[in-house]
């Protein structure tokens, strides 16, 4: 493809205001998305009574939703080759909503489990999408705050679903929850309609392509950075209870206030780092894998003093939500014309951080202790920053 071409297909489709508009349309679906994906977790007493089930097998219906993302991430370009962009991202939002009317009326673990699969697709594919059509909806100079919004929606939804959901499910039934939740994805899936232009799909897909992303200097080598950084993560956040539990006298209400104190610190990390990232990319991605690690440590190192703990998971916070906007930014600027195949291999790897991350901290967690898992967590997460950081950093020409 020529100088010309790549600079055409990355520039924006519509006017400034219209791309705009269209990317807070991506928020919104990215958020609707995530608070189906995290629903389970606040809900997980009644589904599993209802459902004759234990409760740890319907916080599986989570997992399974991760391992299906992984799974379909870096094919769902692959699958549709031709297919207008909007048409799929409102497909999968409807996808989305067929998902949870299938939980709302499932009768059975195993329907269950079929339903949180689609959710899987679904959200996989609209993050795999949204990194080339964030970039052709804004200037390629405006990425990272592009990607700011949506990653917004993400952020808010991760730490507002758990008590969102734990509300309703107080108010109406689980299953009715489900059901108000397929009504506003189908709303997404409108709006999307409506407010996206129509997005071409990527010149090229298939596995060649996927191995030709993974051909530019520094994508690899920085994808092997962002699942060390998940995974160290995850691999504290799942078990995060645990570990604020060595609190000395720590109440019930004062873990619940870390939790915010953690969501509070992604949302202000989402905004904060979006506003500077395009200006002070190789800065961030330095600063914010640091800010991960380092906030997983104090928390491992000061057990006994409450409000250091707090500053810790602020900081940890802060890292966190704006890890992913962070990675988009930088794969942006890396790939061209790639941007499909790159946006695939990114929510691949969070995926299978999330599947690695949980997976490996509990065992750790069962054989050695939390305290063990939390120190192992903050290394990972400190030598992801570092090799992520060692990874190139140029816009390809």
């Known amino acids: 493809m020529t100088q010309n071409a790549v600079t055409e ?3 924006p489709l ?8 269209a990317v807070l349309a991506l928020a919104a679906t990215s958020f609707t998305l995530v608070l189906a994906e995290f629903l389970p977790p606040s809900l997980l007493t009644p589904m599993a009574e209802a459902l004759n089930i234990t409760e740890g097998q319907a916080g599986q219906t989570v997992t399974a939703t991760a391992f299906m993302g992984f799974l379909a991430a870096p094919l769902i370009g692959m699958i549709f080759p031709r297919l207008d962009r909007r048409t799929l991202l409102s497909a999968l939002a409807l996808a989305a909503a067929l998902s949870n009317i299938m939980v709302a009326l499932t009768p059975n673990f195993v329907l269950l ?10 959200i996989s594919g609209f993050w795999a999408m949204s990194l080339a059509i964030v970039a052709q909806l804004v200037p390629r100079e405006r990425l990272g705050r592009g990607f700011m919004l949506v990653n917004g929606g993400t952020t808010l ?8 959901g734990a509300y309703l499910g107080s108010v109406f039934d689980w299953r009715e929850v489900f059901v108000g939740v397929a009504v506003i994805s189908l709303i997404v899936a409108a709006l999307l309609r409506i407010l996206l232009p129509q997005v071409p799909p990527a010149k090229s897909s298939g596995f060649g392509e996927i191995a030709a992303t993974l051909r530019i200097p520094g994508v690899s080598v920085g994808l092997v950075g ?19 539990e060595r609190i000395p006298d720590v109440t019930a209400g004062q ?9 509070i610190g992604g ?4 905004f904060v780092v979006g506003l500077v990232v395009d200006r002070l990319l190789d800065l961030m991605r330095l600063v914010v894998p640091l800010m991960i690690s380092v906030g997983i440590a104090i928390t491992v190192l000061f057990p006994g003093a409450f409000w250091a703990v707090a500053a810790g998971t602020l900081i940890w916070g802060i ?3 704006s890890w992913i906007l962070l990675v988009n930014t930088w794969v942006g600027r890396l790939v061209g014309e790639r941007m499909e195949a790159a946006g695939g291999l990114v929510v691949a790897g969070f995926q299978l951080a999330i599947t690695l991350g949980a997976g490996i901290g509990g065992i750790v967690a069962d054989s050695l202790g939390v305290v063990v898992t939390l120190s192992s967590a903050a290394i990972a997460s400190l030598v992801g920053g570092i090799v992520f950081r060692l990874a190139g950093g140029r816009r390809r020409p």
């Open 113 to 122: 489990l079929i339903a949180r699969l689609i959710l899987g697709v679904a």
């Open 267 to 270: 949302l202000i990390g989402n």
């Open 14 to 21: 519509r006017s400034p205001r219209a791309g705009w508009v």
């Open 9 to 11: 297909a990355a520039a």
């Open 226 to 244: 962002h699942v060390l950084t998940v995974l160290g993560h995850f691999a504290a956040f799942t078990y995060i209870r645990l570990g604020l």
């Open 255 to 263: 873990i619940s206030l870390l939790l915010a104190v953690f969501g």
């Open 157 to 164: 939804a991760t730490v507002a679903g758990v008590p969102i």
């Open 319 to 321: 890292g966190f939500g």
